[in-house]
């Protein structure tokens, strides 16, 4: 019994030994008996993205365009094949490059009305090609924005008179062609049809000949004349201010209502007035100048929305040394950034609602209805497969006489369209040798 006793004391022993051997290593010799304090939370750009108010509705809208630029991307690839189709083993090998991480056959099964899947009559592969509804409408995007040249000569005229000098770097201006509108040869197109409002001193280099001081407005200064018409508030009311949209669910502070109504009250350097002998020393107004300017550039772009890292390219030329990711969380009633559909997007909030923009204009209008294809999914099957049949018996008369009742597929994994792919096309005849060029 005794012996049990004197084991379990120096078991106890041992034990408190290695407690005041582990607290030694942690904290220290020499500061053992400190007190433990919490460390303070990071406050950083990061931790107040991951902390904002959501706006889901707005997210959900980025994760199904980001759908819509991934079978653009693949009508991309698709389109530079001699023939107008690829095989299904070629798209898999390329879906990397796309940006696309699921596999290739799943994919285009989520899709139908975009994409349509079939066996080739001769090479008996699974090949894939565009439907004629989504190819209408790529022809019926590229007419409108053909149609709209005149609009897209003041959309840059408007562009290079925010900036400080007037020019624009080419490569900056054809990162963000999609967003403002122009065609992917608007070098060879445009520029060289309107001479004397643009010019290009170099080949990086977009500069203005001359300003047009009637297309100095704002299209904040429009909703401005509309407030003061409309609600009949005061012109000290409506001056300066910025339409302001909070998110559901945003928390309002105590004293941010009186800051918020001051601020609107501030006057400050509009984003196409030049005053260059009297530079802005108040931060409050300088920010409130930027967010005029930031305000100014998304509002002339077709979707009211620019991914963040393109929009970080202007902003030197525009004068906004600002963290803009910081600076665009500091006014959520104005701005919000998505980190939906694998980038971050900054998004005029006024623009929206319910999902949708609320002034449309032809080119939205068209790729809306791309985003319509998207949101059908299978829904009304019926008329795909006419229109895949139509393809197949197309094909059955250009290059085969075998039987083509059944070259139409029908799907039912991803894994057994790349196995009979790899099975009837060991060493990839139908192999794309080089990634679709961009000038």
């Keep these: 019994m005794a012996s049990i006793i004197s084991g379990a004391r120096s078991l106890h022993a041992l034990s408190l030994r290695l407690w005041a051997l582990g607290e030694t290593f942690q904290h220290g010799p020499f500061n053992r008996s400190m007190q433990r304090r919490w460390k303070k939370p990071v406050d950083s750009a990061r931790t107040r993205l991951e902390g904002r108010t959501r706006d889901h509705r707005l997210d959900k809208l980025m994760v199904q365009l980001r759908n819509l630029r991934l079978a653009l991307a693949l009508n991309e690839v698709i389109s530079q094949q001699r023939n107008g189709y690829a095989s299904l083993q070629l798209l898999s090998k390329w879906r990397h490059e796309v940006g696309l991480n699921i596999e290739i056959g799943a994919f285009l099964k ?13 090479k008996k592969n699974h090949c894939c090609k565009i439907t004629q509804k989504m190819s209408d409408l790529i022809a019926e995007e590229d007419a409108v924005i053909r149609e709209n040249e005149v609009d897209i000569v003041q ?8 900036s400080v000098n007037g020019t624009l770097n080419m490569h900056a201006l054809w990162l963000i062609r999609r967003e403002l509108g122009l065609p992917d040869d608007y070098r060879s197109s445009i520029l060289p049809n309107h001479q004397h409002d643009l010019h290009l001193e170099s080949p990086d280099t977009l500069s203005l000949v001359s300003r047009d001081e009637a297309l100095a407005v704002a299209k904040v200064e429009e909703w401005r004349k509309r407030e003061y018409i409309e609600k009949w508030l005061a012109e000290s009311e409506t001056k300066y201010t910025f339409p302001i949209n909070f998110p559901t669910g ?12 001051n601020w609107q009250r501030l006057p400050y350097t509009k984003p196409y007035e030049k005053n260059d002998s009297h530079p802005i020393h108040n931060v409050e107004r300088l920010e409130k100048h930027i967010v ?13 929305m620019m991914p963040l890292e393109r929009l970080s390219h202007f902003r030197r030329v525009y004068a906004m040394e600002v963290n803009l990711r910081e600076f665009f969380l500091r006014y959520p009633g104005i701005f919000y950034i998505s980190t939906k559909g694998s980038a971050q997007t900054v998004i005029l909030r006024e623009s929206y609602s319910k999902g949708c923009l609320i002034e449309p204009n032809p080119v939205y209008i068209v790729r809306r209805k791309m985003l319509d294809l ?16 139509t393809w197949s018996t197309e094909e059955c008369d250009l290059g085969s006489s075998h039987g083509c009742q059944d070259n139409i597929c029908q799907v039912d994994s991803a894994d057994s369209i790349l196995e009979h792919g790899i099975r009837n096309d060991p060493y990839g005849k139908n192999q794309l040798t080089e990634f679709p060029h961009r000038p």
Excluded: W
Excluded at 110 to 122: C, E, G, L, W
Excluded at 250 to 261: A, P, Q, S, Y
Excluded at 374 to 389: R, V, Y
């Design 110 to 122: 989520k899709y139908p009305h975009i994409f349509q899947i079939y066996v080739h009559p001769v």
């Design 155 to 162: 959309r840059l005229k408007k562009l290079l008179m925010l």
């Design 250 to 261: 945003f928390k309002i502070e105590k004293g941010f209502r009186e800051k918020l109504k």
């Design 292 to 304: 005029g300017i930031l305000h100014e550039l998304l509002s002339l772009t077709v979707e009211k």
């Design 374 to 389: 998207i949101l059908s999914g299978c829904s009304n099957i019926g008329e795909c497969q006419q229109d895949s049949a």
